[in-house]
């Protein structure tokens, strides 16, 4: 294991925790249970922090980001922190004109769509990762035996950004340059890979006791697309920690179908969205696999009865995989209760 001595995770601060027992395929006495997006918008003390403040101003704060991450484990008493960044905050360390505007979401100054938008694209300088090492390292000084997931957008997923120059729903500009230049298209998720696998290893190395790659998008690929065009590219970002020894976790939206094609990155664990019961998503993965999910965030808003009935009914499908992380299918929704998160985590860590 190439990690510091200092590590929560080699000095056995958060070795026996809950989730990082379960994302290596243990069954703890106590359920854990976080949410994606927990650090967020749904929490009133956020919004009053971030009163005034960009979102990749606050990513890049460090006592603004490690203040964030810390909110929900205070609040909601959830078994890991969730790292509070953007996956587009590697390609604006590496140069690229991104920018996060509020209610649409990651937006270019330019898309990248040719070879030679591809050939200016240049590397990530190493220092420029300092604040998010800051952040990480203050962060886990707070947090004790609890661990702290590292996050990265999957390749895919930030070339669908960087060539359709903001969010799409699906995504025709990338698609259409994965098709007509392969050459280019390998080209740009080649440095995608390799900036996010690098934005991921920052946090490892910092303190982060697991790591996450994050595919948005990916529920637009069919399964051949996804092996040839894809894949290869998902498994060298995630590369760039495998050799630290954390485990780690691949989810991705939409990804029902291709699960065992995701698991073949290397992932220790799988995330599963809301659309696919767990029971389900173990078989198809051979019962081999530690799971993730998958409470609908949908039914975040219904009535605590309907709620709880379903949080139940993802756990009892969610023992019949090698182990389990109670969490959403998606991320919290900005106008989330949060009570109601705090119950689900009262609920399961009871279950």
Request: hydrophobic letters at 45%; one cysteine or more.
């Amino acid at each position: 294991m190439i990690l510091p001595p200092d590590h929560p995770l080699v000095d056995g601060r958060t070795t026996a925790a809950p989730l990082v027992r379960a994302y290596r395929g243990d069954r703890p006495e106590r359920q854990p249970v976080w949410f994606m997006r927990q650090a967020g918008r749904s929490l009133p003390e956020y919004r009053a922090l971030r009163e005034g403040q960009g979102m990749l101003e606050a990513c890049l704060t460090p006592d603004v980001a490690t203040e964030i991450t810390l909110q929900p484990v205070r609040r909601h008493q959830v078994d890991a922190a969730i790292f509070f960044s953007d996956i587009v905050v590697p390609l604006k360390l590496a140069g690229v004109d991104v920018d996060i505007v509020p209610g649409r979401g990651p937006v270019l100054a330019k898309p990248i769509r040719t070879a030679l938008d591809v050939t200016a694209l240049r590397p990530l300088d190493p220092e420029a990762l300092d604040p998010i090492r800051q952040a990480v390292s203050q962060t886990v000084a707070e947090l004790g035996s609890t661990p702290l997931i590292g996050f990265a957008g999957a390749p895919f997923t930030l070339a669908a950004y960087l060539v359709e120059g903001g969010p799409s729903k699906e995504h025709l500009a990338a698609r259409t340059l994965m098709y007509s230049d392969p050459h280019t298209w390998a080209a740009l998720l080649n440095w995608a890979a390799d900036v996010t696998g690098q934005f991921l290893r920052a946090q490892v190395d910092a303190g982060a006791s697991a790591a996450q790659l994050f595919d948005s998008w990916v529920g637009s690929l069919s399964k051949q697309n996804y092996l040839k065009r894809v894949a290869p590219h998902s498994k060298r970002a995630l590369r760039h920690v495998i050799d630290t020894g954390v485990p780690t976790v691949h989810f991705g939206v939409g990804s029902s179908e291709i699960l065992p094609e995701m698991k073949g990155i290397g992932a220790d664990t799988i995330g599963v969205d809301w659309r696919l019961p767990l029971d389900e998503a173990n078989r198809r993965l051979g019962g081999t696999t530690p799971l993730q999910g998958n409470i609908d965030p949908a039914l975040l808003a219904a009535p605590w009865p309907v709620l709880a009935a379903h949080v139940r009914d993802v756990l009892d499908r969610g023992r019949e995989a090698p182990a389990h992380v109670l969490n959403l299918g998606h991320g919290v929704p900005p106008e989330t209760d949060p009570d109601v998160l705090t119950r689900i985590v009262a609920l399961a860590h009871g279950a």
